[in-house]
C-alpha cells in the first residue's frame, strides 16, 4: 500500500493490521475510528483510481485491473469490520457511526464505478495474452462497471448514483427498524405456568433474559423467522398464539419499528435501477449473472415443488387430526403438533436428544472431525485473540502440509445486540494478491446456559452449525489471485451449497457416533434413537418446503416489478401472491415482506430462491460422496481442489460439469426431503395418450413439451432409463405393453417419418422411466457416454440452433458462436424448445421437428460406430450412425469445445 494513514493508525488497527493472521484489533472500535478508517481507505481508494487513470501508458491488466483490484482492499477491510461489529454486537453508541460507514462505502463505491475515465482504462485492457483466471478477472471486472451503469450516459449515470444511495439508506434504515421491532415483540409473560411444556434450563433462560432487561417474569425473543422454535414445546395453545402473532406483527405496527416504506420505496427504486440498465425487472437483472441465469428458471425450480410439497403438508396435516382427534389445526398449532407427532410417532423425547448433542462435543467430535476426516485439516484453539466479544473463541487451521491455513472465530450465544440467525463471514478474505491467509466467522444464536451448566443443541441447532461450518470451510479452502473471486464470493445461488453439503455429516455412521454422547454419562446414542431420529426427520418436511417455497416466491414477486410500480399496500400485496400461487393461510411465510431481512437488508434481494436451487446441488454431491465411501480422503480432496478451492476465478458450474461429468438433476433433493417427485408434463402425456394402430395418425407438430423427471439445471439432454423393449418400426414407431399391444406418441411418428424420408429405418426404443441425463443413459445401454447424441436447442439472437454434442462434452457456447458465424448463443427458453421442435422437454430427437432448425455436429460423435439419441419424449431413444446423424439433420461437423493451445 502506498498511501499514508491519516489521523489516527488505523491502517494498522484495521486495514492492513500486523500479525500472522492479519486480524482487525476490535479493542479499538470506537465510532471515530471507524469513521477515521473508513475514510482513509476511501481516500486511499480515489487516489489510487486517479493515478490509474492519470497514467498515460497503454493500459495493461496489471497496471490498470490489478491496481484497481488492490485499491478495493482497504474498503473491503473495514466493510468487514463494520459488519462484524454491527451483526454480533453492535452497542447503541456504534449505531449511527456504522450506519454512516456503509453511506459513505456505498458512495464511494458508486463513485468509482461510474467514472467513465477509469472505466474507459479498464475497457483497453487487452485480453490476449491472459492466463485464465487473468482473462475472467478482467471480464468480471468490466461486467462489474457494466452492471453498475458505467455505460450509461450522464444524465444515466447520476440517477444510479441517487438511486445507489437511497438504496443504502433504505436498507440501513430497515435493518434498524426490524433489529427494534424485534427487541420490542419479544414475548414477556408473567406466570411461569404460561410455559407449560419448556424444560427447566428453557425457562431458566427465558428469566434470564428477562433479568437482562430490568423486568419481572420471563422473556422469549424472537428468532429472524416467522415459525418460532418454542412454538414446538408449549403447551399452552394461548401462549403459542401470542409468540406467533407477535412474530408475524414485526414491521407492520406503525411507529419507528415499521418497515412497509421501506419495503415499497426499496423494490420501486431497484425496479427503476433495473429498467435503466436495460432490464424488464429487479429480479432479470439480479439473476442474470446467477448461476440459474433467468427468473424464469429461478421460478421454475420454485413452482416445480409447491403442487409435491403442498401434498405431502396435507397427508402431515391428516396424520396430526387422525392421532389426536382435531378436527381443525390452527396456524400457531401446526408446529407444535408436527413436533408432537415426531415425538409420539417415533419415540423421541427432544429433551433427552439434545443431551447427546452437547456443543463442545459436537465441536470438536462432530464438526471438527468431519473436516479432518474429509480433507486432513487440523484445528487447535489460537489464544490471544481480542474479539468483539468475549464469547468469541478462536480456532487455527492446519493444513495437510502442516503449515497454518487459517484462522476461525466461533460466536455461539444469543445477545440483545446481536442480530438473529445464523450465518458466515470472511473477515478477511485470503488471495495471492495480498498474501493474507483467510480469517472467517461463524455466528449462532444458541440460548446461553445458566453458570455451570451445559450448552444442548436441539437437531435443527445441530444441523445449522454444520451448516455453517460448510461456509467456513469454502472460506478457508480459497485459493485464488484476487480477494474479489476468493472462498465465497460465488453466485447467491451457488454459494449455499458448500454449507448445505456439509449438512449431511451431522447424522452420518461415520461421523455421529464420535459426538452424539450424553452428556451426563458418555453414553453414546443408541441406535435405534439414531435410526428413529434420521426418520423423524422427513416428517414435517411438506410443511418445512412450502413456508421456505412462499417466502421464495414473495422475494420473485417483488422483484418482478416494472419500472413506475410503488405498491405501498404491502400486506395487501403479500397476501394476493400468495393466494395465486396456491399458498394456504395456514402456513405463513419463512419471513413475511416485513421483516426479510434476507431481502432488504442482506444482500438476497431476488436470490432467496438460492437455497433451494443449491440444494439441487447439495443432495446430489452428496450422495456422490457416498459412493465414495462416505469421509474419503481422496474424494475429499479432489473435491476441494477443483470445487471448493478457486471460488469464483472459475466459472462453478463449469467445474462442476468438469470435475463429475454432468449437471446434478433434482432427484436426490426430493429423496433428501421426503417429497414425492413431482408428475412431469410427459408423465401426465403418456397417462393420457391413448392406443393406436401400427401405421399410426398424422404426427401433431405442436405437441405439448414436458419437464421431464430429474429436471437438469442445465441444458436439456437426452431422455433415458432402463430400456423395456426394442421398436423396429416399419410402418410406425411402437412399444409393446405387458398384455402385447402397441402405444406409440405422435412425436415418434414424426421422428420415423423424417427416417424413412432420408433412407433410414426407424429404431425407437421405449423406456420404463424418463430420466434425461447422458450419464445414465450410457449406463442403462451399456455404452461409453461419448456415444450418446445430446440434441440441445440454443437460442442466437431468438431463433433456434440444434447442436448435436457427445454426451462426454459440455458446449463451449463462446467457441461454437464463433464457428457459426453468430454473436452469441444462450441457453433456449422452454417456449423456444417446443415451439422449434414440437418435443418434450428433456427427450429432443435429432429430427421429427415442424420445420428445418440449423443443426451442428459435434465431429468427435464419429469415434463411435453406433450412436444413441432421443427419439421425441423423455423415455425414448433411438440408435444412428454418426453417417445417418449427418444425413437425417443435413448437420455441419464442428468442433463444439475449443482446442487448448
Excluded at 485480453?127 to 482473462?135: A, F, W, Y
Excluded at 435405534?528 to 414473495?554: P, R
Aim: contains cysteine.
Amino acid at each position: 500500500m502506498n498511501a499514508e494513514p491519516n489521523s489516527i493508525d488505523v491502517w494498522e488497527a484495521f486495514l492492513d493490521p500486523q500479525g500472522d493472521y492479519s486480524l482487525p484489533d476490535f479493542t479499538a472500535v470506537t465510532p471515530e475510528a471507524l469513521l477515521t478508517a473508513v475514510h482513509t481507505a476511501t481516500d486511499f481508494a480515489r487516489a489510487e483510481v486517479a493515478a490509474i487513470i492519470a497514467d498515460e501508458a497503454e493500459s495493461t491488466f496489471f497496471s490498470t485491473t490489478v491496481r484497481f483490484e488492490s485499491a478495493s482492499v482497504p474498503m473491503t477491510r473495514i466493510a468487514s469490520v463494520a459488519a462484524a461489529v454491527e451483526s454480533n454486537h453492535l452497542r447503541p453508541e456504534l449505531t449511527d457511526a456504522i450506519a454512516e460507514v456503509w453511506e459513505v462505502l456505498s458512495a464511494t463505491r458508486t463513485e468509482i464505478l461510474l467514472d467513465v475515465d477509469l472505466f474507459h482504462r479498464i475497457e483497453q485492457v487487452s485480453v490476449t495474452d491472459l492466463n485464465p483466471e487473468d482473462k475472467r478477472q478482467q471480464e468480471l471486472t468490466v461486467e462489474l462497471f457494466v452492471r453498475a451503469g458505467a455505460r450509461l450516459g450522464e444524465e444515466g449515470r447520476e440517477q444510479m448514483a441517487t438511486i445507489a444511495a437511497e438504496l443504502t439508506t433504505l436498507e440501513n434504515s430497515f435493518s434498524r427498524a426490524l433489529q427494534l421491532d424485534t427487541r420490542e415483540l419479544a414475548v414477556h409473560l408473567v406466570e411461569v405456568e404460561a410455559l407449560a411444556g419448556m424444560n427447566e434450563d428453557q425457562i431458566a433462560a427465558a428469566a434470564n433474559r428477562a433479568n437482562e432487561r430490568g423486568i419481572d417474569g420471563y422473556l422469549l425473543p424472537l428468532n429472524n423467522f416467522t415459525q418460532q422454535i418454542v412454538l414446538e414445546s408449549l403447551n399452552t395453545a394461548q401462549t403459542r398464539r401470542h409468540v406467533l402473532n407477535n412474530s408475524m406483527a414485526r414491521g407492520s405496527r406503525g411507529g419507528d419499528g415499521d418497515t412497509r416504506t421501506q419495503v415499497a420505496d426499496t423494490t420501486a427504486l431497484r425496479a427503476l435501477q433495473a429498467h435503466l440498465l436495460g432490464y424488464p425487472s429487479y429480479s432479470s437483472f439480479a439473476i442474470d449473472n446467477q448461476t440459474a441465469g433467468n427468473p424464469d428458471a429461478a421460478a421454475d425450480i420454485v413452482s416445480s415443488l409447491i403442487n409435491p410439497a403442498n401434498a405431502q403438508l396435507d397427508e402431515e396435516l391428516a396424520q396430526i387430526k387422525d392421532r389426536y382427534g382435531l378436527e381443525a389445526v390452527a396456524a400457531e398449532d401446526v408446529k407444535h403438533y408436527l413436533a408432537k407427532f415426531r415425538a409420539d410417532e417415533f419415540g423421541i423425547d427432544p429433551d433427552e436428544v439434545a443431551k447427546y448433542f452437547e456443543f463442545d462435543t459436537v465441536l470438536t467430535e462432530g464438526v471438527f472431525r468431519a473436516a479432518t476426516g474429509l480433507y486432513g485439516i487440523t484445528f487447535a484453539p489460537y489464544d490471544g485473540v481480542r474479539a468483539w466479544h468475549e464469547d468469541v473463541r478462536a480456532f487455527e487451521v492446519t493444513d495437510t502440509t502442516e503449515r497454518p491455513l487459517g484462522l476461525v472465530l466461533i460466536d455461539p450465544y444469543a445477545r440483545d445486540t446481536k442480530r438473529g440467525g445464523a450465518w458466515m463471514d470472511q473477515l478477511v478474505p485470503a488471495s495471492r494478491l495480498t498474501g493474507l491467509l483467510p480469517v472467517v466467522t461463524l455466528s449462532l444464536n444458541l440460548a446461553k446456559p445458566g453458570q455451570g451448566r451445559p450448552t444442548l443443541l436441539n437437531p435443527t441447532e445441530l444441523t445449522t452449525f454444520f451448516h455453517e461450518f460448510g461456509h467456513v470451510l469454502h472460506g478457508l479452502f480459497a485459493n485464488s489471485t484476487y480477494p474479489s473471486t476468493a472462498g465465497t464470493a460465488v453466485p447467491r445461488d451457488y454459494v449455499e451449497f458448500p454449507s448445505q453439503l456439509n449438512e449431511m455429516w451431522r447424522f452420518h455412521p461415520q461421523v455421529l457416533p464420535h459426538f452424539a454422547k450424553h452428556v451426563d454419562t458418555g453414553e453414546p446414542m443408541p441406535a435405534e434413537l439414531v435410526d428413529a431420529l434420521i426418520a423423524s426427520e422427513k416428517f414435517g418436511q411438506g410443511f418445512d418446503t412450502i413456508e421456505y417455497l412462499a417466502a421464495a416466491m414473495l422475494d420473485l414477486s417483488w422483484h418482478s416489478l416494472e419500472a413506475g410500480e410503488h405498491i405501498t399496500d404491502v400486506l395487501s400485496f403479500e397476501s394476493e401472491v400468495l393466494a395465486a400461487a396456491g399458498f394456504s393461510p395456514l402456513v405463513p411465510p419463512r419471513y413475511r415482506s416485513t421483516y426479510f431481512g434476507h431481502i432488504f437488508a442482506s444482500g438476497y434481494a431476488s436470490g432467496y430462491y438460492s437455497y433451494l436451487y443449491s440444494e439441487v446441488i447439495a443432495a446430489w454431491v452428496s450422495e456422490w460422496f457416498d459412493e465414495q465411501g462416505g469421509l474419503s480422503r481422496e474424494a475429499g480432496d479432489a473435491f476441494r481442489e477443483a470445487i471448493l478451492a478457486p471460488g469464483y476465478s472459475v466459472d462453478p458450474m463449469s467445474a462442476i460439469e468438469r470435475f463429475f461429468g454432468t449437471r446434478p438433476d433434482v432427484g436426490p433433493l426430493l429423496r433428501r426431503r421426503g417429497l414425492a417427485e413431482p408428475v412431469t408434463e410427459a408423465e401426465a402425456e403418456a397417462e393420457a395418450e391413448t392406443e393406436v394402430e401400427a401405421e399410426g395418425t398424422e404426427a401433431d407438430a405442436n405437441a405439448e413439451a414436458g419437464a421431464g423427471t430429474g429436471a437438469s439445471l442445465g441444458a436439456e439432454s437426452v431422455g433415458e432409463s432402463d430400456p423395456a423393449e426394442e421398436v423396429t418400426a416399419e410402418s410406425g414407431p411402437g412399444a409393446a405393453s405387458s398384455s402385447g399391444e402397441t402405444k406409440i406418441h405422435p412425436n415418434h411418428e414424426a421422428v420415423a417419418a423424417d427416417l424413412v424420408a432420408a433412407g433410414i429405418e426407424p429404431r425407437i426404443e421405449i423406456f420404463t422411466e424418463s430420466t434425461p441425463t447422458a450419464a445414465t443413459a450410457a449406463e442403462a445401454l451399456g455404452i461409453e457416454v461419448g456415444a450418446i447424441a445430446n440434441s440441445l436447442i440454443f437460442s442466437a439472437a431468438g431463433s433456434p440452433v440444434l447442436i448435436m454434442a457427445s454426451g462426454a462434452h459440455r458446449v463451449d457456447t463462446a467457441h461454437v458462436a464463433s464457428l457459426i458465424g453468430v454473436d452469441s448463443l444462450d441457453r433456449a427458453s422452454k417456449e423456444l424448445v417446443r415451439e422449434a421442435t414440437g418435443h418434450v422437454i428433456g427427450g429432443v430427437a435429432p429430427c421429427g421437428h415442424p420445420g428445418p432448425i440449423p443443426t451442428f455436429v459435434d465431429v468427435t460423435l464419429k469415434d463411435y460406430p453406433v450412436l444413441w439419441a432421443g427419439a421425441g419424449t423423455p423415455n425414448s431413444m433411438m440408435p444412428l450412425t454418426y453417417e445417418q446423424l449427418l444425413t437425417v439433420t443435413g448437420g455441419k461437423e464442428i468442433t463444439v469445445v475449443a482446442e487448448e493451445s
